[in-house]
């Protein structure tokens, strides 16, 4: 005698999804698609204070960036203007 709970698959699927609609999915269809544009980031929580929105974390950033590379650059270009900056947001 078989048990009743080998003839059941065990999964959470409720009977009402009809798995035969779902033949010929692609998975990963949309990946490229989804992190083309995406670069996620999570912040410490106190620090959310001081980075309200994007916009505040890219200024935040594009300041240290022009830093590291003024400080970075011998002492006679230090003098001229630099080379590249990155732009700043308005």
Request: charged share 30%.
């Given at each position: 005698?078989?048990?009743?709970?080998?003839?059941?698959?065990?999964?959470?699927?409720?009977?009402?999804?009809?798995?035969?609609?779902?033949a010929?999915g692609?998975r990963?269809?949309?990946?490229?698609?989804?992190?083309?544009?995406?670069?996620?980031?999570?912040?410490?929580?106190?620090?959310?204070?001081?980075?309200?929105?994007?916009e505040?974390?890219?200024?935040?950033?594009r300041?240290?960036?022009?830093?590291?590379?003024?400080?970075?650059?011998?002492?006679?270009?230090?003098?001229?203007?630099?080379?590249?900056?990155?732009?700043?947001?308005?």
């Amino acid at each position: 005698m078989k048990k009743a709970s080998a003839n059941r698959r065990n999964d959470d699927l409720r009977p009402e999804y009809d798995l035969t609609r779902l033949a010929g999915g692609v998975r990963g269809k949309y990946y490229r698609q989804a992190i083309a544009g995406t670069n996620l980031v999570l912040i410490e929580p106190e620090l959310t204070h001081v980075f309200r929105d994007s916009e505040s974390v890219n200024r935040a950033l594009r300041l240290l960036v022009n830093a590291a590379e003024a400080a970075a650059a011998p002492a006679q270009s230090r003098r001229l203007a630099p080379k590249k900056r990155l732009p700043t947001a308005p």
